[in-house]
């Protein structure tokens, strides 16, 4: 068995945003393995996500951002369960680059379930339109796959993150609660853009 040090767990902290006792027990089960404890802890921070997204976020902050030139500004409310969470350094970072993300891709809603229905229907009718002439079973995917890019352009969550586009902002977001320990719901925002 390899034995596990502190630089080791300091590491895979560095890695995983995970807590300290969190990651020396996941390098114990995996033997000192830095990739089997990234592994490990992937699948026991997922369920302590599922747990932390039932409580209640009656703190956070409002965050704003002006883009240089004061053409495009951005008003966003972030929650978490504490206000201790609400004012670290990791908590307003991630709130600032919300801002930086909302300014930049000009998403219009924070998730998929606040896309109106006649916006839908609209993105549903077009695509179809696009491809008449196609098996349904063919239409019905193509359709999908639109919707897909739509959301990708409207939801911030379903966004890739402006900084690092190879991760989605959900996925940044399951991050932060996994590291942080608590809850955090991106509330709303509003982008203003002058002359718009």
């Known amino acids: 068995m390899s034995v596990v040090t502190a630089s080791m767990v300091a590491e895979l902290r560095e890695k995983t945003g995970a807590g300290m006792l969190e990651c020396k027990k996941a390098l114990d089960e995996a033997q000192g393995n830095q990739e089997q404890a990234q592994t490990i802890l992937r699948k026991k921070l ?3 996500i599922d747990k932390l997204s039932s409580r209640a ?3 956070g902050l409002i965050e704003s951002y002006i883009h240089v030139g004061g053409k495009v500004g951005v008003l966003l409310e972030v929650n978490c369960e504490t206000d201790f969470v609400a004012k670290t350094d990791d908590f ?5 680059d919300l801002c930086l993300q909302i300014a930049a891709a000009n998403p219009t809603c ?5 896309v109106p229905e006649a916006d839908l229907a609209k993105e549903r009718d077009i695509a179809a339109a696009q491809v008449q002439g196609k098996p349904p079973a063919a239409v019905r995917k193509i359709v999908e796959g639109k919707l897909e890019k739509y959301y990708s352009q409207v939801c911030l969550l379903d966004q890739p993150f402006v900084k690092t586009p ?10 932060k609660v996994g590291k942080l320990g608590e809850n955090i719901q991106i509330r709303r925002f509003v982008r203003f853009q002058l002359g718009a």
């Open 46 to 48: 997922g369920g302590k």
């Open 57 to 59: 976020t009656k703190e």
């Open 92 to 96: 307003k970072s991630f709130c600032r």
């Open 110 to 114: 924070v998730r998929r379930e606040e």
């Open 166 to 175: 190879e991760k989605m902002i959900k996925d940044i977001l399951t991050e």
